[in-house]
């Protein structure tokens, strides 16, 4: 059984910082890619950031390009956010997924169908 447990939101001023993680258990972490996607209420969800299982290839979403980074340990099994230059616009549940594919590198990483496993969220609130 996979867990993903999502830690690191919470509340901060606009321009602020936060860093979200994404701890794994039940899987080879190191074999998978990670994605952290983020969905509002009645909107669907949305692509963050994907980062490959050696963590050499890196996908942004353009909304994030410059102020996110995404980052991985796998000693640890864990995935990271960092989340600069925060904007109110950036309030929502953010969710980490592991991808289905072992050792995969490419675009789907950006594609939410293409994960199978999914944490609970965690909830940023960036205030004005």
């Known amino acids: 059984q996979v867990q993903l447990v999502e830690s690191g939101g919470g509340l901060v001023q606009a321009g602020g910082s936060l860093r979200l993680s994404c701890a794994a258990s039940?899987?080879?972490?190191?074999?998978?890619?990670m994605g952290w996607f983020r969905q509002a209420p009645g909107k669907e969800r949305e692509f963050v950031a994907g980062i490959n299982w050696n963590g050499d290839s890196i996908y942004y979403a353009d909304s994030v390009k410059g102020r996110f980074t995404i980052s991985r340990d796998n000693a640890k099994s864990t995935v990271y956010l960092q989340m600069n230059s925060l904007k109110p616009e950036d309030t929502v549940i953010y969710c980490c997924?592991?991808?289905?594919?072992?050792?995969?590198?490419?675009?789907?990483?950006?594609?939410?169908?293409?994960?199978?496993?999914w944490g609970q969220g965690t909830q940023v609130t960036v205030s004005s």
């Open positions: 997924a592991t991808h289905k594919v072992p050792y995969y590198s490419g675009t789907y990483l950006k594609s939410p169908n293409r994960y199978d496993y």
């Open positions: 039940g899987r080879t972490f190191g074999s998978y890619g």
